[in-house]
């Protein structure tokens, strides 16, 4: 008796979610082609950052892209190894910027990282909520407490979405790397 609201209801949900999904593309201006284009430059950046391991230890990095510009984020040992790891996403031909965060320093907690996925959550509310702010044409990346905003927007989006995380709490910093449409 109660099962054929829940399965109308997650029909429901379903096809919102889906949606959502296609107008993240329209909103974003990005073709489909340049999506995966970013995900094919993830999987090839993470591919060449294993081949080191037999020669360094890579430590904990994390690779973000966004339009063919790449993030590298995370705890390595020395500033070698940071190098190293630039060097070899750098030999991605179809890369057009490389933005090296990666810290000198042991790994990150558990409880940091747990506070990271808090805070990017947040700003991503934020960027929601805010007015004249289309959320999804942003990629929010947060580590160690720095917010890093990835997108294609505008100055005014961007700094209307700046001013509305900058009293998101845990987020220590924010870094814009941003490409600008106008």
Known sequence: ??????????????TFISSCNSFKNIATSRTPGAVIDDGFIQRIAHRQIRRLESEINPGNISV???????LLTGQVESPA??????????????????????TVSGPTSLTV?????????????????TQNVHVSRFKVVTNNGVVFLMGLVSRDEANRAVNSIRTVFGAQKIVKILEYID
């Open 1 to 14: 008796m109660f099962a054929k609201p829940n399965v109308v209801s997650l029909v429901l949900v379903l």
């Open 64 to 70: 973000h892209c966004f339009n063919r510009s790449v």
């Open 81 to 102: 190894t940071a190098e190293l790891v630039e060097s070899a996403v750098r030999k991605i031909r179809v890369v057009k910027h490389i933005h090296n965060e990666i």
């Open 113 to 129: 990282r747990a506070s990271d996925t808090l805070i990017a959550t947040k700003v991503r509310s934020k960027l929601l909520a």
